[in-house]
């Protein structure tokens, strides 16, 4: 009985948290995610999402705590998620001037940040200015493993089938077929079929 009414409260509370997400999101997207925790799009540009993708996850961390943000900030901007692509708990995408692209059957982690550019200059006067030749389009290939709490930069290209270890950070291409790990990210090893 306890379990059961611990199940509906929670249910309960997802759905406030995902109308309150739903409300606040004013971001253009196509298609029809399973939304297990809630998610906040944004922006001006466009999110795809390819048929069965997975957002959120229960139980894990950051289920009640996090949500999953993604943002197309401008018209030229695009985020598409692959079919058959599951999704963990807080994820943040965000495609300030190109794109991001997760191909299909991809599993992220916990935690995992993807982004496109900068966002600012260097110079302390282009600090608070994000120009396009700034950003690089991340493509992410089909089947890839990518664990919890890793960050995946601008210009990121990453192999099908590879996995990218926890907490790693992505800032050029992983080939497919291996397992890279490490800041930056390098391959540890080929993964045996």
Same mark, same amino acid.
């Given at each position: 009985?306890?379990?059961?009414?611990?199940?509906?409260?929670?249910?309960?509370?997802?759905?406030?948290?995902?109308?309150?997400?739903?409300?606040?999101?004013?971001?253009?997207?196509?298609?029809?995610?399973?939304k297990i925790q809630p998610v906040l799009i944004l922006g001006e540009g466009i999110v795809e999402f390819e048929r069965n993708v997975h957002l959120g996850y229960f139980p894990s961390p950051f289920f009640l705590s996090g949500y999953i943000h993604l943002e197309s900030r401008n018209k030229t901007a695009s985020i598409?998620?692959?079919?058959?692509?599951?999704?963990?708990?807080?994820? @943040?995408? *965000?495609?300030?001037?190109?794109? +991001?692209?997760? #191909?299909?059957?991809?599993?992220? =982690?916990?935690? %995992?940040?993807?982004?496109?550019?900068?966002?600012?200059?260097?110079?302390?006067?282009?600090?608070?200015?994000?120009?396009?030749?700034?950003?690089?389009?991340?493509?992410?290939?089909?089947?890839?493993?990518?664990?919890?709490? @890793?960050? *995946?930069?601008?210009?990121?290209? +990453?192999?099908? #089938?590879?996995?990218?270890?926890? =907490?790693?950070? %992505?800032?050029?291409?992983?080939?497919?077929?291996?397992?890279?790990?490490?800041?930056?990210?390098?391959?540890?090893?080929?993964?045996?079929?």
């Amino acid at each position: 009985m306890k379990k059961h009414i611990a199940r509906r409260i929670l249910r309960l509370m997802q759905w406030i948290r995902s109308s309150f997400y739903g409300v606040l999101s004013t971001g253009r997207y196509s298609g029809h995610p399973l939304k297990i925790q809630p998610v906040l799009i944004l922006g001006e540009g466009i999110v795809e999402f390819e048929r069965n993708v997975h957002l959120g996850y229960f139980p894990s961390p950051f289920f009640l705590s996090g949500y999953i943000h993604l943002e197309s900030r401008n018209k030229t901007a695009s985020i598409t998620l692959g079919e058959d692509t599951h999704i963990n708990n807080n994820f @943040v995408a *965000i495609a300030e001037h190109t794109a +991001i692209k997760i #191909g299909k059957r991809c599993s992220i =982690g916990t935690n %995992v940040e993807i982004l496109d550019s900068d966002f600012h200059g260097m110079k302390v006067s282009e600090r608070s200015t994000s120009k396009p030749e700034n950003a690089k389009p991340v493509v992410i290939g089909d089947d890839v493993f990518i664990g919890s709490n @890793v960050k *995946i930069m601008k210009g990121a290209v +990453i192999g099908n #089938g590879a996995v990218i270890a926890n =907490g790693s950070i %992505v800032v050029g291409a992983i080939p497919p077929g291996v397992m890279a790990a490490g800041n930056p990210a390098r391959v540890l090893k080929v993964i045996e079929e």
